[in-house]
């Protein structure tokens, strides 16, 4: 209440002060206006006068002076016309005038003895009056004065009547802003700050999910408060469910993955060291939204998976800076601290040209090694001007590394990805003392496809350079092992699954990459916000259905979403009892689209899109949604959320994180996975429908399974999917890595590079 008196008086105080100023220059700029007038009224008038009262004066004609001061001397505002000699004598005077004025006024002397007109305000029997005079004149000679007597008491009540109407006016501003500001502080000040004290108290109290009273307060004037308490609250909520799971756990004598054991295995394990992480794609982006920059979220599995590993550990992650404003954003080194709300560890961003990004990323490892691990059919492009940039490349990440283990002893380094593979060794080769891993998150193809490589043993040679290599599932290590000994004269040692390569080992580990795992609400809560969010993305969708199933992926050869849509149209045709009951979105992240086969895909997709919708659709209603854009995590969350089916049904992938995520979103133990059998979720999600994603009547059945199935057997598979993820967490797996590379024993025989 007191701010609202506060701001109310200083507006009102305001207010008045800027009326009186103004009102006082309006009524001098009034006053001059008028008095302008009344001159410019009396100077026409006694110019005209003076030509008949000359004469007249010349001659003492009082009788025709008296007539004519009569005459004129009853007009508007005039209160008479007197007429004098050149001894300031009177010669003759309107009526009345005799009683007020006892000699020759000021203005009647001035005119005479200059020879000028003059105008000014004059006292006459206890009244005041406007004297305009000025000589009569006869050929050359001043022989008299004529002076025009006007009532100025219009000009006051002009000037009263515009103090008066700017005080209502005060006053009516004055009653505005009282109204106004109240209504103001109350609706987008004191409004919200009651909310958000609401709101902040039933999240401290532990009412954030379920039947809450208090909605979520939404922005506008505190904005940025809401966001914070958003953050502190979410904070809270996440410690207070994890307490809770070590509570369970303490009580089960059981052993869960957590941040807080990660961070606690991180200091018995690297004694305070920093994690050190590389890959090609960067956690935050920061990107031009018309004149602003925003930091966004990459969409990816690896920047889902790594990034709560990295606010955990505090270290530093090289990446790619990508974004268009990715320069401003940091410091003179490319470093900065993320994410931007709840700064947890450093970014080392890496520039690249368009030459480089166009031979190393989109070029050798899109064009060339991606399609090469994965059996899609695709052919794998390979040219000498890509590889070089390729070397070139992978040595700028290196020397940025590099850099930034310097200071450390034995640094902890995990490289991610098929990007990345000539790192390993070009750090070893400068850093023996450090510990490496590389995570291969994409398959590893059989020896006989990888010799299509032309440079397949500089590629295994940079590999072997790490100190682990982790692939998403045994077979994968199994085909990497067997590639190793057709091209390379290293020993291999099946037993424990390691290459010795003379000075050193590399170990080969499956460790399935996974997610982090939150959900503990209710099963009842979670249930009935899920048919809000299904009837919320249909009703922004303008359809009308009773089952929705989704995809999320990027728009790539290797997902199978071709085949996915004709399972959807086999469906249709299979069970048309589903027409206008069921509906499929797949949101869809366009992806490296500077590359033909991608760009072809994209409107391979859209076109099959518009044609199950022509054969299928009607009003209101339409098969396939494809929402072509760059989703992020938070938008996607919904729609695992609210789907009855989720389908993954890649033609081959390393893990494909989509199903785990889909898993770990489901609160309300509820909806069905697809799940593709030539993916290494598969060998961990046993419970979903495991499909050949090449066989579209499977695929269309699936669905129709999943529709139908009981609810009870529905539950309890997605129970048993969500323990394995529970289990089976990123920070199970982080764990585990870092647990591997932090207990191998550094080479004690080599000392760090400039010592």
């Given at each position: ?12 105080i ?5 009326t ?18 009344i ?13 008949s009262?000359g004469?007249?004066v ?9 007539l004519?001061s009569?005459k ?5 505002r005039l209160?008479?016309v ?20 006892s000699?020759?006024p000021e203005?009647?002397v001035t ?12 006292q ?5 009056a406007?004297?305009?005079a000025l000589?009569?004149?006869?050929g050359e ?6 002076a ?9 009540l002009?000037l009263r009547?515009i103090?008066k ?9 004055s ?7 109240v ?27 379920g039947?809450r009273?208090?909605?979520?307060p ?9 966001k914070?308490?958003a ?6 909520a996440?410690a ?7 509570v ?15 961070k606690e ?12 992480l590389?890959?090609?794609?960067e956690?935050?982006m920061?990107?031009?939204?018309g004149?602003d ?8 599995g690896?920047?889902?998976?790594l990034?709560p590993?990295m606010?955990?550990c505090d270290?530093v992650?090289v990446?790619h800076?990508?974004?268009?404003s990715?320069?401003?954003a940091?410091?003179?080194c490319?470093?900065?601290?993320v ?10 961003r ?11 990323y989109y070029?050798f490892?899109?064009e ?7 059996n899609t ?5 390979f ?5 070089v ?7 700028k990440?290196a020397?940025a ?7 450390e ?5 995990i ?7 000539l ?8 850093r ?9 998150h994409?398959?590893?193809?059989n020896?006989?496809a ?5 440079w397949h043993?500089e590629?295994?040679a ?9 692939f998403?599932?045994?077979s994968?290590?199994?085909n990497?092992?067997?590639?190793v000994?057709?091209?390379l ?10 290459v010795?390569?003379?000075?050193g ?5 499956p460790?399935?990459?996974?997610v982090d795992?939150?959900?503990t609400?209710?099963?009842?809560a ?10 919320n993305?249909f009703?922004?969708t303008?359809i ?5 199933g ?6 790539d050869?290797?997902?199978g ?8 149209e086999r469906f ?14 797949e949101?869809g992240?366009?992806?490296?689209t500077?590359i ?7 409107a ?5 899109a518009?044609?199950i ?11 396939v ?6 989703h992020?995590?938070?938008?996607i969350?919904?729609f695992y959320?609210a789907?009855?089916?989720?389908m993954?049904?890649?033609?081959h992938?390393g893990m ?9 979103a489901r609160?309300d133990?509820?909806g ?5 059998k030539?993916?290494g979720?598969s060998?961990e999600?046993?419970d979903s ?7 579209i009547?499977?695929?269309?059945d699936?669905?129709?399974l999943s ?13 048993r ?10 920070y199970c797996?982080?764990?585990t890595?870092?647990?591997e590379?932090?207990?191998l ?11």
């Open positions: 209440m007191k701010i609202t008196i506060r701001l109310v008086v200083s507006l009102v305001a207010v008045t002060l800027v009186v100023a103004f009102t006082a220059y309006q009524v001098r700029v009034e006053r001059g206006r008028l008095l302008a007038e001159e410019r009224r009396a100077n026409v008038l006694a110019e005209s006068l003076q030509e009262v004469p007249l010349e001659r003492r004609s009082l009788e025709r002076l008296r004519i009569e004129f001397g009853n007009r508007e209160k008479g007197a007429i004098y000699d050149f001894n300031g004598i009177p010669l003759a005077l309107t009526s009345g005038l005799e009683l007020k004025i000699g020759p203005q009647i005119a005479i003895s200059e020879n000028r007109a003059i105008g000014g305000f004059a006459y029997g206890g009244e005041r406007y004297v305009y000589p009569v004149v006869q000679s001043v022989i008299g004065g004529l025009l007597l006007y009532d100025p008491s219009f000009i006051d002009r009547d103090w109407y700017n005080f209502v006016r005060l006053l009516t501003m009653l505005s802003i009282v109204v106004i500001t209504l103001v502080v109350r609706w987008s000040i004191t409004g919200p700050i009651a909310h958000i004290s609401d709101w902040a108290r039933e999240l401290r109290l532990g009412k954030e999910k039947a009273s208090v909605d979520r939404r922005g506008d004037v505190l904005a940025p408060l809401v914070e308490v953050e502190m609250a979410r904070s809270l996440v207070r469910e994890r307490a809770d799971e070590e369970k756990l303490r009580v089960h004598s059981e052993s869960l993955w957590t941040p807080n054991r990660l295995k991180m200091k018995v394990e690297l004694g305070g060291k920093k994690l050190f590389v890959s090609n794609r956690p935050y920061h990107m031009k939204e004149r920059v925003k930091c966004i979220v990459p969409a990816g690896l920047i889902t998976a990034d590993v606010r955990v270290g992650w990446a800076g990508s974004g268009d990715d320069r401003e940091t410091d003179d490319g470093r900065l601290r994410p931007p709300e709840e700064p947890s560890y450093t970014l080392r890496v520039w690249l040209t368009k030459d480089e990004e166009a031979g190393y070029g490892s899109n060339g090694i991606w399609p090469l691990c994965h059919h695709t052919r794998p492009l040219r000498l001007e890509d590889w940039k390729y070397q070139e490349v992978n040595a990440f020397e590394l590099l850099k930034e283990i310097a200071g002893e034995s640094p902890l380094v490289i991610q990805d098929y990007h990345l593979a790192v390993p060794l070009l750090i070893k080769e400068k023996p003392d450090a510990r490496v891993g590389i995570f291969w994409i398959p590893w193809p020896p006989e990888y010799g299509i490589c032309p043993q590629i295994l940079g590999m072997l350079g790490a100190d682990i290599i982790g998403h599932i045994q994968h290590c199994n990497f092992l067997d590639t000994e057709s091209f004269q290293a020993k291999v040692n099946w037993e424990m699954f390691s010795n390569r003379g000075e080992v590399t170990l080969v580990k460790l399935p990459i996974s795992f939150n959900g609400s209710s099963r009842s979670a249930a009935g916000e899920r048919e809000a969010l299904k009837e993305i009703r922004e303008g009308h259905a009773q089952y929705l989704i995809g999320v992926d990027r728009i050869y290797t997902k979403i071709p085949e996915r849509f004709k399972a959807v249709l045709e299979k069970y048309p009892e589903f027409i206008e009951r069921f509906t499929f979105v949101l992240a366009p992806s490296r500077y033909k086969r991608y760009h072809d895909l994209v391979e997709v859209e076109e099959m518009d044609r919708n022509w054969r299928f659709r009607t009003k209101g209603w339409k098969p949604v494809l929402l072509k854009a760059h992020s995590h938070q938008t969350i919904p959320k789907a009855d089916v989720c993954v049904t890649s033609l992938d494909n994180l989509v199903a785990k995520e889909f898993v770990a609160d133990e509820d069905v996975l697809i799940l593709s030539f993916t979720a060998r999600l046993t429908l495991i499909v050949n994603p090449y066989d009547e499977e695929m269309a699936a669905i129709y529709l139908t199935m009981e609810d009870e057997k529905r539950v309890e598979r997605m129970r999917m969500r323990a394995v993820v529970r289990e089976n967490n990123i797996w982080a764990g890595l870092i647990s590379l932090a207990r024993r550094a080479p004690e025989s080599v000392a760090r590079s400039g010592e």
